[in-house]
């Protein structure tokens, strides 16, 4: 009997709902090959339901989609809503509570994707950043004093305790292991400046490096250095580990090197519990209805599911058709210059994926 898998879709703002619809039939065209069924659950958290009805999130949310195999998410964020209340009531409140403590997001261009690095292909962009998603500046922890007045204060503190980072290092080192490129982790830190914070860090890499992972060599390198080296020398790079808010920096870089919003995904990964796709290109509401936005993201976070799911074989197939078809058909990876529709490119992969 064929394997279900029970998938909580939310769709979201903007795009997000157009891209996911490519993201699951990809899904369901490649499914029966596999022996594997979906059943997808629609919700319609986003901008829309929260005008409509003032409520960001319903309280028991995270318990609902706690009880989902994975959670498939097109994209959140509004122009009619001020940004933060989305973004904080939705994505971060769902990262953090169904403490989805890994982002993963992978850097890895296709042939026949452009890139703006100079004289660097396919060869020299592939690594993987691992971002620590539940701690840092996103804890919220902090405040206003004096608010409104010349001598006002605002304080946001970079949180972290070792039992969040010892997690995520753990983590950061047996996905370094189970890669078997490089079998290099890189630090990304600021410990001339954050004495503090990246002190506890460097200090929990260095044990656990030297302890458990003898055969994983260690780099350290400074955010702002990291930044230029992945322009440089992206090579360097196997698997890159770092905070909430460093990783969130450094993923767009990354994207744009491997082509951009249009095909870069992550995982928000519980490796104990639910996990959380998404395209991390966001809502683009400009593009809305237009059927011009590029979902192979979304598709390629569909793909980031089956392999979290344990589904390797699956995970491959899907994705040696998005490479097929980013190099043999797609013109560029930019909205309405793909040479295709949005739902043109959904079919061209799913028909690949599904041969
Ligand atoms: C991301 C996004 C989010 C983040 C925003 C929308 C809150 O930029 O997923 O990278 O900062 O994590
Ligand atoms: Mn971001």
């Not at 009997?1 to 993201?23: H, S």
């Not at 890994?102 to 026949?112: A, C, E, Q, S």
């Not at 070792?162 to 997690?167: A, G, I, L």
Request: proline share 5%; net charge negative; with cysteine.
């Amino acid at each position: 009997m064929a394997k279900t898998y029970n998938i909580a879709a939310l769709g979201g703002d903007g795009t997000g709902p157009e891209v996911l619809v490519e993201g699951i039939k990809v899904l369901n065209a490649v499914a029966p090959k596999f022996d594997v069924k979906f059943e997808f659950t629609d919700f319609d958290f986003g901008g829309e339901r929260y005008m409509r009805t003032g409520e960001v999130l319903p309280p028991n949310a995270a318990d609902e989609l706690g009880k989902f195999d994975s959670i498939y998410l097109g994209a959140i964020g509004h122009p009619d809503v001020k940004p933060g209340i989305l973004e904080k009531g939705i994505l971060l409140k769902l990262r953090f509570d169904l403490d989805q403590y890994i982002n993963l997001r992978p850097v890895k261009l296709y042939p026949g994707v452009e890139t703006p690095l100079k004289d660097k292909g396919p060869e020299q962009i592939d690594y993987v950043v691992i971002r620590e998603n539940t701690g840092d500046l996103y804890t919220g922890t902090g405040g206003f004093t004096l608010k409104g007045t010349p001598n006002e204060i605002a304080i946001q503190s970079a949180v972290y305790n070792r039992f969040q980072v010892d997690r995520c290092l753990k983590y950061a080192y047996e996905y370094t292991k189970k890669r078997n490129k490089r079998n290099t982790l890189a630090l990304c830190g600021k410990t001339n400046v954050l004495t503090y914070v990246y002190d506890l860090w460097e200090r929990a890499f260095n044990e656990m490096g030297e302890k458990e992972y003898a055969d994983i060599r260690r780099d350290y390198y400074h955010v702002d250095a990291t930044c230029m080296w992945m322009v440089k020398n992206p090579e360097w790079f196997d698997v890159i580990v770092t905070g909430n808010m460093f990783g969130d920096i450094i993923t767009d870089l990354g994207a744009i090197t491997q082509g951009g919003m249009g095909i870069a995904a992550g995982g928000n990964i519980n490796p104990e519990g639910v996990s959380m796709f998404e395209p991390i290109g966001g809502s683009a509401p400009k593009y809305t209805g237009l059927n011009v936005i590029n979902p192979i993201a979304s598709i390629a976070a569909g793909q980031m599911m089956m392999e979290t799911l344990g589904e390797y074989e699956m995970a491959k197939k899907i994705e040696e058709a998005i490479m097929t078809v980013v190099s043999t058909k797609m013109k560029s990876m930019s909205a309405g210059k793909m040479g295709y529709s949005t739902t043109e490119v959904g079919d061209l992969v799913a028909e690949a994926a599904a041969s």
